[in-house]
Nanobody
């Protein structure tokens, strides 16, 4: 069992930056793949970024490539999403997710994850 808690959301102007954190408790986070998803009002949940258990492979949705960076520190049981050059369309509730997975495949769909955080609001003003 893994518990995930996101933090770092807030209100930022367009062009600004935020860093989201996902703190994991429970079993060894180092054996878990991790992903970030977001959901804007009236829209379906969307994949944003994901990283393998080792941090060796990452994946991003096209709309955030070059602006967002996913990373993890297994020693701290924490994952991160650095968000730069934020746009109004990035406004959403951001969720981190995890699944016990030590393969090399990057997990990109919500159905592949077993554990979810409660979400953190990111609002980008234009």
């Amino acid at each position: 069992q893994v518990q995930l808690v996101e933090s770092g959301g807030g209100l930022v102007q367009a062009g600004g930056s935020l860093r989201l954190s996902c703190a994991a408790s429970g079993r060894a986070f180092g054996s878990y793949a991790m992903g970030w998803f977001r959901q804007a009002p009236g829209k379906e949940r969307e994949f944003v970024a994901a990283i393998t258990w080792s941090g060796g492979s990452t994946a991003y949705v096209d709309s955030v490539k070059g602006r967002f960076t996913i990373s993890r520190d297994n020693a701290k049981n924490t994952g991160y999403l650095q968000m730069n050059s934020l746009k109004s369309e990035d406004t959403a509730v951001y969720y981190c997710a995890a699944r016990y997975w030590i393969g090399s495949l990057v997990l990109r769909t919500g159905n592949e994850y077993d554990y979810w955080g409660q979400g953190t609001q990111v609002t980008v003003s234009s």
